[in-house]
């Protein structure tokens, strides 16, 4: 197909996708573009679902969930990163040689660009500066993916999704109005001590997802070890 590109999405965990861009990858699947997710680590430090199974690893679940959420938003390839999921702030899980906010970003920023080299990507999107809410890998993600961009033989324009603070600030005081306790504000610190996303000046671009909304919600559902994204 004449003018089809390459998006990869790059996401610290399982279940980041879906939370975060999946409209916009069913929507660039949908319009006959070549969607690519690369995750940095496999979210070892989730929810450990009932189901689990003997023998079974979190790490493995959380992968075919990956998988399961790819056939739904119409994801050509899930690539990983190899990287240990640090866990939040200050959890000793930080420091582990594995882990993905302890790795080095030079390295890591190599891994992905083989990815883009080997998709010739035009488009990478990752995260704002602080990873949306402070957690250690989303943070890493923001430098990780611009390195990564700057290796790569070809360079992607490079996105950065985030949330919009005030829009939630709205979203939070309306449900207050029906009487729904958020149990939040959107000026709350979140894990560094920073608020949620970025305010609506700090935004250049949105993307109107309505028409997906079912399939995003999908998308979600596939990640069902990890209750609190089915929220």
């Known amino acids: 197909m004449e003018g089809v590109t390459t998006t990869v999405f790059f996401h610290a965990h399982p279940d980041d996708e879906a939370s975060g861009t999946a409209g916009s990858m069913i929507l660039t699947s949908d ?4 969607v690519v997710v690369a995750y940095a ?16 690893t979190l790490a493995d679940h959380r992968r075919s969930e990956a998988e399961a959420s790819a056939r739904v938003t119409g994801t050509a390839r899930v690539a990983w990163l190899g990287y240990a999921d640090s866990g939040m702030t200050g959890w000793e899980q930080n420091g582990h040689e594995q882990s993905f906010h302890g790795a080095d970003t ?6 992905l660009a083989a990815i883009l080299d080997e998709e010739d990507a035009d488009v990478l999107v990752g ?30 324009r490079v996105l950065e999704g985030t949330m919009n603070r005030d829009r939630l600030r709205d979203q939070l005081a309306a449900a207050r109005e029906m009487g729904i306790d958020p149990g939040f504000d959107a000026d709350d610190p979140m894990d560094d001590g920073n608020p949620m996303g970025l305010p609506q000046s700090e935004i250049h671009h949105a993307v109107d997802v309505t028409s997906v909304i079912d399939r995003k919600r999908a998308a979600l559902a596939c990640h069902a070890s990890q209750e609190d994204v089915q929220q």
Do not use: I, M
């Open 31 to 34: 319009a006959g573009h070549r």
């Open 127 to 156: 995260y704002d500066w602080h990873g949306g809410y402070g957690h250690p890998d989303h943070v890493k993600v923001h430098h990780v993916a611009h390195r990564a961009a700057e290796l790569a033989a070809r360079r992607p």
């Open 106 to 111: 030079e390295e890591a920023a190599r891994r």
């Open 41 to 56: 680590t496999h979210g070892e430090h989730g929810t450990v679902p009932d189901d689990l199974g003997e023998g079974g």
